[in-house]
Structure formats: C-alpha cells, structure tokens
C-alpha cells in the first residue's frame, strides 16, 4: 500500500526541547517538502529537497533543520530557535524527474508547545 | 519572489449552486497548477490539475480554467454539495522538482 506516512499524529514539547518529526514515503519519489499551517492559514514552505543528499531552505526555514540521507525519509527537527512552533506540519513528495505532476501529503503532524 | 494570491478567502453557497474561486500568480515561468482539498486535521488531496498547454479542464462538477497571458486560473464546483465544505488551495510549480508555491486558501461553505 503505497503512501506518505508522517508520525507521530500528536506532539507535545516543551520549551527549549528540540524535537523530530518523521516524514516517510514509499513512492519511489525524488522530491519532498515540508510545510507549516498555522490556524486559518495558508501552507509556508519551510525545507524542501529535490534529490537524496539535497536540501533547498523555503520561506521560514530559521529554527527548523531537516536531513535528506534516504531517498524514502526527510525528517524535520523543529529547534529551541524557532520561537513559535506549535503549529501544524504537513509533508509532501513527488516525482521530481519527467512531466510536472501532483505531489501526495501526509496526514500532518499537530505539534504544541507546552 | 514568487507569488499566489487566491481569492475569497471564504465563500458560503446554497447547495446546488456554483463556486468559483480565483487565484493570480507572478512566476511567468510556471506551468503546472493543481488544486488541493483539504478536510479538517487532515493533508491536502489534489481535486484536478491543469497544465500551461491547455485552457481548460473537467472532470465531473469540477472544472479548472488557465489564462497564462493574465497569468491566473480559477477553479469551477458546480451542483455543489454538503461533502463539497473544505478549504480549497490553489498552487503554481515550474518543474517537477521545484517548490510549489500555495495560494493562501478558501474556506468553502455549503448551505442546506
């Protein structure tokens, strides 16, 4: 069953605590992203990478950093930097390579500072 | 820098009717458009696409239409109905691998 599994559903961290989010793919796809939703809002690109070992800042990338080591994975650490990070966080992949197609989202990760 | 403005942010129809929302990009460069759907708590899922080599496309109540001189494009819900309440995101790409900039989204609502 192919698809792009974000977990955990639910994150809670404290302040000052660096935390991971995990974002996998077994779609065979070049191309993934992370996105920030804040309430009511729109999706901001904060990373993306095109190729395994390679990764692009987006728009609001400080306090964020993220690794491409696996093709399959493009996990996204939120640092003590980043000053508002509760928010909703959503991954996508794509193809990457040939005709411009659709990328596939997760089902996001909720994440809250306590 | 690149840039999708989408327009109304909220839109309330009856049921049956028409909903049309709009959305204008700046990257001249860009060719392919999609559109996503998205249901509370849950990640976007693409409705319909277009790319910069046609004008027009349909598929059932949905319809999506390009104009690459005005650079904007416009995303059509005909019969609308209850399942049709969700926000709705437009969004412009270059290439297969570049970023994909997202309009700022349209809460739809469908009255009884």
């Known amino acids: 069953d192919g698809g792009i599994t974000q977990s955990p559903k639910y994150l809670f961290r404290k302040e000052g605590q660096n935390v991971t989010l995990s974002c996998e793919q077994n779609l065979n796809h070049d191309a993934m992203y992370w996105y920030r939703q804040d309430p009511g809002q729109g999706l901001r690109l904060i990373y993306y990478s095109q190729i395994v070992n390679d990764f692009q800042k987006g728009d609001i990338a400080e306090g964020y950093s993220v690794s491409r080591e696996k093709k399959e994975s493009f996990p996204l650490t939120v640092t003590s930097a980043q000053k508002n990070p509760t928010a909703f966080y959503l991954c996508?992949?794509?193809?990457?390579?040939?005709?411009?197609?659709?990328?596939?989202f997760g089902q996001g990760t909720r994440l809250t500072v306590v | 820098g690149e840039n999708v403005e989408q327009h109304p942010s909220t839109l309330s129809v009856q049921e049956g009717d028409s909903a049309v929302i709009k959305c204008t990009y700046s990257?001249?460069?860009?060719?392919?458009f999609p559109w996503y759907k998205q249901e509370l708590g849950k990640g976007p899922q693409l409705i319909i696409d277009i790319r910069s080599n046609v004008g027009e496309k349909k598929d059932q109540r949905i319809a999506v239409t390009l104009n690459k001189t005005a650079k904007h494009f416009s995303l059509h819900i005909t019969e609308t109905q209850p399942e049709d309440s969700a926000v709705y995101f437009c969004?412009?790409?270059?290439?297969?691998?570049?970023?994909?900039?997202f309009g700022s989204g349209t809460r739809l609502s469908i009255r009884p």
């Open positions: 990257d001249s460069a860009s060719n392919y």
């Open positions: 969004a412009a790409c270059r290439s297969s691998a570049s970023k994909i900039i």
């Open positions: 996508a992949s794509r193809a990457g390579t040939g005709m411009n197609t659709e990328a596939f």
